[in-house]
């Protein structure tokens, strides 16, 4: 009885990771306070919240766990994220508003546009191509305001492909597929 109750717990630290990532991205948030001298600290939050991505498939698959609510939106939730990122960026200061406001809010009409076709490759394709660079921004800003963060970035995504080539691979092969998808309808 024991064995299977540990099983149980043990199966839900995947969804636990999946899940911080909504707590990093409220976290980020709670920094806009404290302006543009927080993006050390949004940086080190991201860096959590990227390696908790990487973590959270590798323990499902290993501990054989089966899809829950979580894990089916774990892109849904690294976008909530990245999303997070760019309204600090954007409220701060660190991204013009005139620049960050209106692509903040087109990207996320395209994104939830591409939804109507019912296709997750698409969805994931488009809304990849928007994110992607609110994905590094708060790296390359950090190198002109917080550059300890810059280069613990810069390290982690060294590490990262090392660690996890195939996955980075398959991200890639995503995005094209859905992207081929997308211009095939």
């Known amino acids: 009885m024991g064995y299977n109750k540990n099983v149980r ?26 302006g543009p001298r927080a993006l050390d600290a949004v940086a080190a939050l991201l860096l959590l919240g990227w390696t908790t991505d990487m973590v959270d498939g590798r323990l499902a698959r290993r501990f054989e766990k089966g899809p829950s609510w979580l894990g089916e939106h774990d892109f849904q939730i690294d976008m909530i994220m990245v ?9 701060t200061g660190l991204v013009p508003a005139e620049v960050g406001l209106p692509y903040i809010f087109g990207a996320l009409l395209i994104s939830l546009y591409t939804l109507r076709f019912r296709d997750f490759l698409k969805f994931k394709s488009v809304t990849m191509l928007l994110a992607f660079p609110w994905v590094f921004t708060p790296f390359i800003l950090a190198l002109f305001h917080a550059p300890v963060a810059a280069y613990a970035g810069l390290i982690w995504m060294i590490l990262a492909l090392l660690f996890d080539w195939r996955r980075f691979l398959g991200v890639v092969g995503d995005f094209l597929a859905g992207a081929r998808a997308y211009f095939r309808r």
């Open 83 to 91: 999303l997070a990122s760019a309204i600090f960026l954007t409220t």
């Open 9 to 34: 717990k043990r199966e839900c630290i995947p969804d636990w990771l999946t899940a911080s990532r909504i707590l990093i991205a409220l976290a980020i948030l709670a920094l806009i306070p404290f």
